[in-house]
């Protein structure tokens, strides 16, 4: 099966075959909806380095992945994004309801940032 596990050689084809945005109507709009991920990276880096959370803008980011790319947002996340930010990026997908039950995955292991989700629960 070709995603098995995803990887630099396969990530894009399961990035495309999951991606559906109706007001897409080039390639470039592909490539400025996969630039969420870095811009989601960015803020997640400002979090950990500087205390400073924009779970606002967090958010967006994160409910705009999941509407083009459906369930797929979540194995995508992790992958684009380095374990240090895993226990985040795992609170957010919690906070959205969009951890699936099912497969077991090691994503199921991961402990959610208690400050965050304390954070995003009073908002």
């Known amino acids: 099966m070709l995603f098995n ?6 990530y894009l084809i399961f990035a495309i075959k999951h991606y559906e945005n109706p007001a897409a109507v080039t390639k470039d709009d592909f490539y400025e909806d996969l630039k969420r991920f870095k811009w989601i990276k960015r803020l997640l880096k400002r979090y950990k380095k500087e205390g400073e959370l924009k779970a606002h803008l967090l958010i967006n980011h994160f ?4 509407n083009v790319f459906g369930d797929a947002a979540t194995p995508l996340l992790f992958y684009k994004l380095e374990k240090e930010y895993w226990e985040i990026v795992k609170t957010f997908v919690v906070y959205l309801g969009r951890l699936p039950e099912y497969p077991h995955t ?8 208690k400050n965050c989700m304390e954070f995003l629960r009073s908002v």
Not at 5 to 10: F, K, P, S, Y
Not at 106 to 112: L, Y
């Open 5 to 10: 596990e995803l990887n630099n050689d396969n």
């Open 63 to 66: 409910i705009i992945l999941y």
């Open 106 to 113: 090691t994503i199921h292991d991961i402990e959610v940032d």
